[in-house]
């Protein structure tokens, strides 16, 4: 018997083929009861799931209903898991996959520092004006730009910014919608 | 009481204990439940049955809400009294036990000072708890707790937390009855699509080589289930398995009967599971002790399963015909339509199909080297099986070898009389769980199949068992070793028994006189049916120290990295096998 020589195994069995991620918008409506957030949030700490943005405001106040909306990457299988994992928590109503259903809208708004004068100052005028971005607070050598759009819109307009004299951000998160006449389930 | 009457949050408490018809509640005092202890004092509709640490509490519950299908209901303090509760909230948790445990909290203007006995009790048991309410107004308490039973029974069934302040408890409310409440949005499926049902069958009709694994969901969906799956059974001939969770749905004398599946399932189960062409997943959740390796898992099938869970469809294994809904319904809905169409299976592909299977079953999997001298743990089991059969009994579990053994070797033939931590493993289970049973049926021999390292672990519900003059039988196989811990460390890290020997056990007939119960002993296979039977002859709790062998190992076996078909059986095995059982790809695992 020479089982002491065996090196160390596992009784777990491991996945190691890699499967290739997606990026999904997902929309949640649920009671805005306390805890509804640690709980969605936990969710996702506990299951292993990422969270790349989610907002969260409650948008029918006599019914303290909220809407999440969670952008989350993962395999397909995985995306399924955390649509029937929201879906099975008791407080939440529907859910939504927003990139499945396909023809929905999302929109983030973020406000945008930046500091610097002369030539710089212009140029970020002229960008800010092709992104229909406003300004919203100017001093001597600062401007916040408020901008509004497709996630990758606001990401290009900062990007811009940079060279120019970006100081901070500060973004909401995504916010989607599904286009057309029908609403989700509250 | 008339509805509109003020009352305490802690009379409310009751009160909605009795009208949900709560006979029974395990718990622990403390002081931030002293109001509703006080109130349970001054009434006598619902029983309190004190344990002797919170654990046992849940565990209790468990084993009651198990045994009858009714709700199982703890109250416990805040702080450690709570924080005491989660490992049997979590155990509830994986094995959809339903469970309403009532936790005492500091009054709310203390919460969150980090007051004396304080915790975040919502906090914490967030993820372990199908769901959970801190109350904050005695006017939400009767709505909550409704809620509460409402949550914790319907759908997929779980533990849920009402953590209740104790001003809240002091204070005056309105009462409402429980009539009509539901949650205001919680509604799970309970009735199958139709459209999915009429797949499923027709997928049956044309199966060559069809297969029912079956799990906990048959249980949990009543006795009706288990009955409907017999019927289905004997419509069809179709071999049946089950899970851990699942045993006794279907009975053991059943000639359909397979054997438990999965790692240490029978040589046939899991044959049947690797080369059957359409599975029927009945009430079962793909678990990683059932599938083995999950890319050679039944390779040639096609599957439907059918559970309440719509979360557990797809988790772990594709399926091709999914049914959301309860077993029950599900399985009357497949019987009525199979008989509509009068499907009948291909009868020459069957009898082909069940002749490979009885090859199979020609392996006896589990058999094992009888001795003279010693105790083998399987006779241990089989005499208890066979001196019990022609009694009511029921049966839980610690967790280790000796619940496998129980498994394989206890003929289980009706549903709720098995009661064992599958998800969790919690050992420390199966004791406190007797306690809830024989508490729910006193009249019933409810014997823990026990190991000598789990017992350790809640033993003090001896006590409770005097107390309450619960004679349960704790039925200890003690090999003097975690036996499981033993058996891995052998087969996975080189028999390098690394504190797996049970050191300075206690003399457990003394400790069983010590707790005023009675102690037995047997060393010797010739002695043990007298033991077994003055064990059960004895009307008082019995603390069993069966001796067996100390160096047994759990047969058959799948070990890590393997497929169904990659069984390890017990008699062919020898230590060098053993050794190198695993290769070199599943050693990588973690
Ligand atoms: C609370 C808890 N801690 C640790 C484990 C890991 N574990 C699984 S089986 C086992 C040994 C059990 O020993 P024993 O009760 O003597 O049973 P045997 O396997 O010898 O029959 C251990 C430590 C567990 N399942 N539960
Ligand atoms: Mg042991």
């Given at each position: 018997m020479n089982a002491h020589q065996q090196p160390t195994g596992s009784a777990y069995f491991l996945d190691t083929s890699k499967k290739t991620v997606e990026t999904h918008t997902l929309a949640v409506v649920a009671d805005n009861e306390p805890g509804v957030l640690a709980r969605i949030i936990g969710l996702f700490a506990g299951r292993g799931y990422n969270i790349d943005s989610l907002t969260v405001s409650e948008t029918i106040h006599d019914k303290h209903v909220s809407r999440f909306t969670i952008v989350t990457t993962g395999t397909p299988s995985v995306l399924t898991q955390i649509r029937h994992q929201l879906e099975r928590m008791v407080p939440v109503h529907s859910v939504a996959d927003l990139t499945v259903q396909g023809n929905s809208i999302a929109r983030e708004l973020a406000m945008v520092k930046v500091a610097g004068g002369g030539e710089k100052r212009m140029e970020a005028l002229r960008l800010a004006d092709a992104f229909r971005a406003r300004v919203i607070d100017a001093s001597t050598d600062s401007f916040i730009f408020e901008i509004t759009g497709k996630p990758d819109k606001v990401d290009q307009f900062i990007s811009l910014m940079v060279p120019i004299g970006l100081v901070e951000v500060s973004r909401t998160g995504v916010a989607g919608i599904s286009r057309g006449p029908e609403g989700m389930k509250v | 009481m008339v509805t509109g009457e003020l009352m305490s949050g802690a009379e409310i408490v009751l009160k909605a204990l009795a009208d949900h018809g709560v006979e029974h509640v395990f718990g622990y005092p403390g002081g931030a439940v002293l109001p509703i202890y006080d109130e349970i004092f001054q009434q006598d509709k619902v029983k309190h049955v004190l344990v002797r640490h919170e654990q046992g509490a849940t565990h209790a519950a468990e084993g009651y809400a198990r045994s009858t299908g009714k709700c199982g209901v703890v109250l416990v303090t805040s702080?450690?009294?709570?924080?005491?509760?989660?490992?049997?909230?979590?155990?509830?948790?994986?094995?959809?036990?339903?469970?309403?445990?009532?936790?005492?909290?500091?009054?709310?203007?203390?919460?969150?000072?980090?007051?004396?006995?304080?915790?975040?009790?919502?906090?914490?048991?967030?993820?372990?708890?199908?769901?959970?309410?801190?109350?904050?107004?005695?006017?939400?308490?009767?709505?909550?707790?409704?809620?509460?039973?409402?949550?914790?029974?319907?759908?997929?069934?779980?533990?849920?937390?009402?953590?209740?302040?104790?001003?809240?408890?002091?204070?005056?409310?309105?009462?409402?009855?429980?009539?009509?409440?539901?949650?205001?949005?919680?509604?799970?499926?309970?009735?199958?699509?139709?459209?999915?049902?009429?797949?499923?069958?027709?997928?049956?009709?044309?199966?060559?080589?069809?297969?029912?694994?079956?799990?906990?969901?048959?249980?949990?969906?009543?006795?009706?289930?288990?009955?409907?799956?017999?019927?289905?059974?004997?419509?069809?001939?179709?071999?049946?398995?089950?899970?851990?969770?699942?045993?006794?749905?279907?009975?053991?004398?059943?000639?359909?009967?397979?054997?438990?599946?999965?790692?240490?399932?029978?040589?046939?189960?899991?044959?049947?599971?690797?080369?059957?062409?359409?599975?029927?997943?009945?009430?079962?959740?793909?678990?990683?002790?059932?599938?083995?390796?999950?890319?050679?898992?039944?390779?040639?099938?096609?599957?439907?399963?059918?559970?309440?869970?719509?979360?557990?469809?797809?988790?772990?294994?594709?399926?091709?015909?999914?049914?959301?809904?309860?077993?029950?319904?599900?399985?009357?809905?497949?019987?009525?339509?199979?008989?509509?169409?009068?499907?009948?299976?291909?009868?020459?592909?069957?009898?082909?199909?069940?002749?490979?299977?009885?090859?199979?079953?020609?392996?006896?999997?589990?058999?094992?080297?009888?001795?003279?001298?010693?105790?083998?743990?399987?006779?241990?089991?089989?005499?208890?099986?066979?001196?019990?059969?022609?009694?009511?009994?029921?049966?839980?579990?610690?967790?280790?070898?000796?619940q496998m053994w129980a498994a394989q070797f206890f003929k289980f033939e009706d549903p709720h009389h098995w009661m064992t931590s599958g998800g969790l493993g919690t050992m420390g289970y199966g004791l406190p769980a007797a306690v809830g049973v024989q508490m729910a049926h006193p009249k019933a021999l409810v014997v823990d199949i026990a190991g000598d390292a789990s017992v350790q672990m809640t033993m003090q519900e001896m006590s409770t068992a005097v107390q309450y003059r619960l004679p349960i039988k704790i039925f200890i196989l003690n090999n003097q070793y975690m036996g499981m811990v033993r058996q891995w460390q052998q087969l996975l890290h080189g028999n390098r028994l690394s504190e797996s020997y049970s050191e300075s056990l206690p003399d457990f007939v003394k400790l069983a006189e010590a707790f005023g119960c009675v102690g037995l002993r047997a060393e010797k296979p010739a002695e043990l049916d007298d033991r077994i039977r003055e064990m059960i002859k004895t009307p008082h709790p019995v603390l069993f120290d069966c001796r067996v062998a100390s160096l047994a190992n759990c047969f058959p076996m799948i070990p890590s990295g393997k497929a169904h078909n990659e069984m390890l059986l017990g008699e062919d095995v020898s230590d060098e096998e053993v050794g190198t059982a695993i290769d070199a790809k599943g050693k990588e695992l973690v």
């Open positions: - | 702080g450690p009294g709570a924080t005491n509760a989660v490992t049997g909230l979590t155990d509830a948790l994986l094995d959809s036990i339903p469970m309403v445990c009532l936790t005492g909290q500091v009054p709310t203007h203390l919460i969150g000072n980090d007051a004396f006995q304080e915790c975040d009790t919502v906090g914490i048991t967030r993820p372990c708890t199908k769901h959970n309410w801190l109350v904050k107004d005695v006017n939400d308490l009767a709505r909550i707790l409704h809620e509460a039973f409402y949550v914790a029974t319907h759908g997929r069934p779980g533990p849920v937390v009402v953590d209740i302040p104790k001003d809240v408890q002091f204070a005056k409310g309105k009462y409402v009855g429980p009539k009509n409440i539901e949650h205001k949005t919680y509604r799970p499926q309970v009735k199958p699509n139709q459209d999915a049902i009429r797949a499923a069958v027709e997928l049956i009709s044309k199966a060559k080589r069809p297969l029912l694994y079956t799990g906990g969901g048959v249980i949990n969906s009543g006795v009706i289930a288990s009955k409907l799956l017999r019927e289905f059974v004997k419509m069809t001939n179709i071999p049946i398995t089950s899970t851990l969770m699942g045993l006794g749905a279907y009975p053991a004398s059943g000639k359909n009967w397979l054997g438990m599946l999965g790692m240490h399932g029978t040589y046939e189960a899991n044959m049947a599971m690797h080369d059957c062409d359409v599975m029927i997943n009945v009430g079962a959740r793909f678990d990683d002790r059932i599938t083995g390796r999950l890319d050679a898992f039944s390779p040639g099938s096609k599957k439907i399963h059918i559970d309440i869970d719509p979360s557990s469809i797809n988790k772990t294994v594709q399926v091709d015909i999914p049914v959301v809904g309860d077993v029950a319904h599900a399985l009357e809905d497949i019987i009525r339509v199979w008989k509509a169409k009068s499907h009948e299976l291909d009868k020459k592909a069957l009898a082909a199909w069940w002749k490979e299977i009885d090859v199979w079953r020609a392996k006896d999997s589990l058999k094992y080297r009888a001795n003279k001298d010693v105790i083998m743990p399987q006779y241990a089991i089989q005499r208890l099986y066979e001196l019990t059969r022609d009694k009511e009994v029921y049966i839980t579990t610690e967790v280790g070898q000796h």
